[in-house]
């Protein structure tokens, strides 16, 4: 992760200080449900000092409409200028890109979209960043370079020590009571939760909160042992196979091998293809 600040840093300095050159024309952030991808989009945008737009549902049941609207939004988009478009669940805001069933008009969402994000004299004064768990459901061409040439994997944590920096983040958001140094405790909680959500790491210390408050009240501190029982005691809900396969297409997907943790950096092309192709017989259409 410290990679993938660094790399969003300096894009964001690149943007502030006019170095157009630096600045890709888009983002792709990549991986996962619970992961981060929202809170970091939010955070980058902030970041780069830029306004911020996020593209919602443009889409109209009347012909032509559609298309209308995308022309009205990319109007504005360009009259503000210095802007971050950002896009979640990029696969299902741009809809399928056969056309099948809406008289092409996704081809033809898909086609202007593609028009306007290969504009290179909006390369530093309007970035996209677009979000997704599917990137296999992506137009192909809306990803190569020229477009969305950034790929960013986010993976779940996978150290005790990642898990301790996300729950430190976790106990200040929420304003936890406690003065209980995780790292103390790392066998029994920390190494406990690698490989779990953001979503699920903030559950178990919520968890935590309420097993201090059963045991002495309201505005009792959360102690270790609390901290300890709660990671025992969660039970995520998770589908091992569709997390393991959206992880997989992070890594697939991803610009550069030093984003990637330990874990996945000397993969081969073949063994990760390999892997991906029996995730996709097993998931079939799960989302």
């Not at 952030?29 to 945008?45: D, H, L, S």
Request: overall charge neutral; aromatic content about 6%; hydrophobic content about 45%.
């Amino acid at each position: 992760m410290e990679e993938v600040k660094k790399d969003l840093l300096v894009i964001a300095e690149s943007i502030r200080e006019g170095r157009t050159s630096r600045v890709p024309m888009g983002i792709l952030f990549t991986g996962p449900m619970g992961t981060g991808k929202t809170f970091v989009a939010e955070a980058f945008a902030k970041e780069c000092g830029l306004t911020t737009i996020k593209l919602k549902n443009f889409r109209s049941k009347w012909v032509g409409a559609t298309e209308g609207n995308l022309e009205k939004i990319l109007n504005v988009i360009r009259a503000i200028g210095q802007v971050v478009v950002i896009i979640d669940e990029g696969d299902r805001a741009f809809g399928n890109t056969d056309g099948e069933g809406d008289g092409g008009t996704s081809s033809r969402v898909i086609a202007r979209i593609k028009e306007f994000m290969s504009d290179t004299s909006n390369r530093g004064r309007i970035l996209f960043l677009v979000m997704t768990n599917r990137p296999d459901k992506l137009d192909v061409d809306l990803k190569r370079a020229g477009r969305l040439d950034r790929k960013i994997p986010f993976l779940y944590v996978q150290t005790p020590e990642e898990v301790e920096l996300v729950a430190r983040a976790l106990v200040r958001k929420n304003k936890i009571k406690t003065d209980v140094d995780l790292a103390a405790i790392r066998d029994g909680f920390s190494a406990k939760l690698v490989g779990y959500s953001n979503a699920d790491i903030e559950a178990v210390i919520l968890l935590a909160n309420d097993d201090a408050a059963r045991a002495a009240g309201g505005d009792a501190a959360v102690l270790a042992e609390h901290f300890l029982r709660a990671a025992t005691d969660y039970f995520p809900s998770r589908d091992a196979e569709l997390l393991e396969y959206m992880e997989l297409l992070a890594v697939f997907e991803t610009s550069s091998r030093r984003l990637l943790p330990a874990k996945y950096a000397s993969i081969t092309p073949e063994e990760l293809d390999a892997r991906l192709r029996q995730l996709r017989l097993i998931v079939g259409g799960r989302r």
